[in-house]
């Protein structure tokens, strides 16, 4: 096969969201920017949603994910999960490996 495969920051963004939402002690994503929240207001939440692919100076994939966690869970061993679990998605579904990941707890809900 001579051809070339490109995933697009979109898809690998929804890859890491549906990947953020089986972790358990994860409610939800929450809007990254402004226009995510407003799209969520007019009820056009998507899978990346909470989840902002950028590149770091060696071209490589960062990934920030914005969470909501359940009450009562351990924030620091939900973030450690969600980072462990995505970077080996993205790895072993994609072919990419992950400059960095971070994870943030931009809220505390009941589930």
């Given amino acids: 096969m001579n051809g070339s495969i490109h995933i697009t920051e979109g898809a690998l963004a ?15 994503m929450a809007p990254a920017n402004l226009r995510e929240g407003i799209q ?6 998507q ?3 909470g989840v902002v692919i950028g590149r770091d100076e060696g071209s490589r994939y ?19 999960n969600i980072a462990e679990r995505v970077e080996h ?3 072993s579904q994609a ?9 943030h707890a ?3 809900s009941h589930a």
Avoid: K, Q
């Avoid at 929804?14 to 939800?28: D, K, Q, Y």
């Fill in 14 to 28: 929804s890859l890491i969201g549906l990947t953020a939402h089986e972790i358990p002690g994860v409610v939800g």
């Fill in 40 to 45: 969520r207001v007019l009820g056009r939440a």
């Fill in 47 to 49: 899978s990346r949603d």
């Fill in 62 to 80: 960062t990934a920030d994910l914005y969470v909501v966690v359940a009450y009562g869970v351990s924030i620091p061993t939900v973030a450690s």
């Fill in 89 to 91: 998605v993205v790895r």
């Fill in 95 to 103: 072919g990419i490996e992950l400059a960095s990941t971070r994870v």
């Fill in 106 to 108: 931009v809220g505390v």
